[in-house]
């Protein structure tokens, strides 16, 4: 089978990466539907110039993921295939957390590769790079939250070149993200505002808030993304639309 597109060497984005989309694609939009296997790795190798690790890695995280299977001896097959959803409903995420007309405008504070803490190792199992995220909503020039966001960077090696506070997370890893969200699970707790954030939110110590807890999951079941958001208002309005798939 041919393989239309190619590979951009004077991107940022990794080889094995690129091999992963190309492949993903071609599942994804039924050339290669389930139960087809797929282009050999030497083939593949040939094709993109590129080295069999490279193939492997790309092949290991589609078959991590449930879009191909290994058969020893014999080659690798497509499994995966567009489910009929039916009535099912996929979940868009609004947070209007501070009642209608109320406009909030987000600031970065920081943003980079960290270590994450052992509870956020537990969220994506998995000891390499994550990329955190800290933002400040602010209302009527007075800090209203603090949103703080964790994405793999093997999931998305470009997140450091967007702009992450103003939009949505979710469309954000939507669009340009190499994994897709299957799944939201959304917590909502009360906590008590402490240390750095309540200098930040201007609060004093103790003060109690709303936590929310966002777990963004693919279709494996892995963790694709999480964020935390801390608010200091009393004011509060969580809004969750629903959207009917075909």
Not at 220 to 237: E, F, M, N, Q
Request: glycine residues 6%; aromatic residues 8%; hydrophobic residues 35%.
């Amino acid at each position: 089978m041919k393989l239309e597109k190619t590979i951009d060497r004077d991107s940022k984005e990794k080889l094995y990466v690129q091999i992963y989309s190309i492949i993903k694609e071609k599942i994804e939009n039924g050339e290669w539907p389930s139960g087809t296997k797929i282009t050999t790795e030497d083939e593949l190798c040939k094709t993109y110039d590129v080295s069999k690790v490279t193939v492997r890695e790309a092949i290991s995280e589609l078959v991590r993921e449930g879009y191909l299977r290994r058969q020893q001896g014999k080659g690798t097959y497509v499994t995966y295939s567009m489910r009929n959803l039916g009535l099912a409903m996929k979940t868009r995420l609004t947070e209007d957390m501070l009642g209608e007309g109320v406009r909030v405008k987000k600031e970065l504070l920081s943003k980079g590769v960290k270590v994450p803490s052992e509870d956020i190792k537990g969220y994506f199992m998995r000891e390499d790079g994550i990329y955190y995220i800290l933002c400040k909503g602010i209302v009527e020039d007075e800090p209203a939250y603090l949103e703080e966001l964790f994405v793999p960077l093997v999931i998305f090696p470009n997140i450091d070149g967007e702009e992450i506070c103003p939009i949505s997370l979710y469309d954000l890893i939507q669009e340009k993200a190499i994994r897709k969200i299957f799944k939201v699970v959304r917590t909502i707790e009360v906590t008590k505002i402490k240390g750095d954030a309540a200098d930040i939110l201007k609060v004093k110590e103790g003060t109690s808030a709303l936590l929310i807890h966002t777990l963004f999951i693919g279709q494996d079941k892995s963790t694709i993304a999480y964020t935390r958001l801390v608010g200091s208002s009393r004011r509060y309005k969580i809004q969750t639309e629903f959207e009917r798939i075909n």
